[in-house]
């Protein structure tokens, strides 16, 4: 409603913004109409249908229609496997994923990688290299640690992958990573490994894929920390 005393001026843009709670379900766009009407409906707006802008937004085609959603981030794909089964060995261990929403570093983003019992590693932060021959996206210029970029946090079993303050994980692309750890000292099934997020959106915790090829003659010996 126009303020009294006050007009809106015909040919000048006019902007604002309000908040509102997002449904809980997926759904496409709905149309949206807008029209008006004059002092004492002495005049008329037709009614139109908005324009909508039609934009990505967090790697969300048309993300920025209105009430244009998804139903929740998440990790639609994320391998992990390592390099040997041997006790007590150093150990490389790969990691490939792609998410379906962008993550920024501006919003404290952070990928979490836990379960990963027991293990060590040689130092912290952890250096992230990149595989070879994998043909993937590095993560090298995404992650950092206290400003370290490349390297990642290691606490209690768990990698921590902080994206930096300047970058951001983009929807729909492969990314792929390695690090390293110390085996335990004793022969183990493989622990249940899991992944999580936060910092832009939630992404719940999922379960690891993880690679059973054989290695070293071993059946199974590419799932992580099978020793």
């Known amino acids: 409603t126009v303020l009294d005393n006050d007009t809106m ?8 913004a309000f908040q509102i709670v997002n449904p809980n379900r ?40 209105v009430l244009k959603l ?15 089964p041997v006790a007590k060995c150093q150990n490389t261990m790969t990691v490939i994923f792609r998410i379906t929403f962008d993550m920024q570093g501006s919003d404290s983003s952070i990928i979490t990688l836990m379960g990963m ?18 043909g993937y996206s590095p993560v090298t210029s995404i ?10 946090e290691w606490n209690n079993q768990s990698l ?19 690090f390293q750890v110390t085996n335990p000292a004793y ?15 939630d992404f719940y915790r999922r379960p690891v894929n993880v690679n059973s090829t054989t290695i070293l003659g071993v059946v ?6 099978h020793i």
């Open 9 to 16: 001026v015909g040919g000048v843009e006019y902007r604002f």
């Open 26 to 65: 997926a759904q496409d766009p709905p149309p949206i109409f807008v029209a008006g009407y004059g002092v004492n409906q002495s005049s008329y707006l037709p009614r139109i249908l908005m324009v909508q802008p039609n934009q990505r937004l967090f790697g969300i085609t048309n993300g920025t229609n």
């Open 70 to 84: 998804i139903i929740e981030p998440l990790f639609d794909r994320f391998q992990m496997y390592q390099q040997t």
């Open 117 to 134: 019992t027991p293990s060590s590693i040689m130092s912290n932060p952890v250096n992230l290299s990149y595989p070879v021959d994998v």
């Open 143 to 152: 992650f950092s640690y206290r400003g370290q970029l490349g390297f990642a």
């Open 160 to 178: 921590l992958l902080h994206v930096d303050s300047s970058a951001r994980v983009r929807a729909n692309v492969d990314y792929a990573f390695q």
């Open 187 to 201: 022969n183990q099934d493989p622990p249940s490994i899991s992944v999580e997020a936060s910092g832009t959106a």
């Open 220 to 225: 199974g010996a590419a799932t992580p920390l």
